[in-house]
């Protein structure tokens, strides 16, 4: 079992910066990925970005060069930066976590291939934190 706790978050105005972090404790000997979702009023959960072990990231087109994903793997954190926020990122931001040999696969098979990460069963994935409201103000 792996517990996610997610810190940061907030409001700014359109522009601005965030900074979001998860820490992940538990069995964090295995090898996974981590990633970020977002999920809007009335839409989906999806992925927006997303690190295996080997550092391999993806990003959905729309966080492209605004957005930056990181690990520490001695700290078991993963940490997103947020720049240039626009309202539409306004969302509740979850960390995730799953064993790359998980159910989530179209996730982890899509980092290691370097492919885009298409839409799938976002219940396949494993982990979860809390989430974190973020809003951008215009």
């Known amino acids: 079992q792996v517990q996610l706790v997610e810190s940061g978050g907030g409001s700014v105005r359109t522009g601005g910066s965030l900074r979001l972090n998860c820490v992940a404790s538990?069995?964090?000997?295995?090898?996974?990925?981590m990633g970020w979702f977002r999920q809007a009023p009335n839409a989906m959960r999806e992925v927006f970005a997303a690190?295996?072990?080997?550092?391999?990231?993806y990003y959905v087109d729309s966080v492209k060069g605004r957005f930056a994903i990181s690990q520490d793997s001695a700290k078991n954190t993963v940490s997103l930066l947020m720049n240039r926020l626009k309202p539409e990122d306004t969302a509740v931001y979850f960390c995730?976590?799953?064993?790359?040999?998980?159910?989530?696969?179209?996730?982890?098979?899509?980092?290691?291939?370097?492919?885009?990460?298409?839409?799938?069963?976002?219940?396949?994935?494993?982990?979860w934190g809390q989430g974190t409201q973020v809003t951008v103000s215009s």
């Open positions: 995730a976590a799953d064993l790359t040999s998980g159910d989530s696969d179209y996730i982890s098979g899509a980092l290691s291939a370097c492919y885009p990460i298409r839409p799938g069963p976002v219940n396949s994935v494993g982990y």
């Open positions: 538990g069995d964090t000997s295995s090898e996974y990925w």
């Open positions: 690190i295996d072990s080997d550092g391999d990231t």
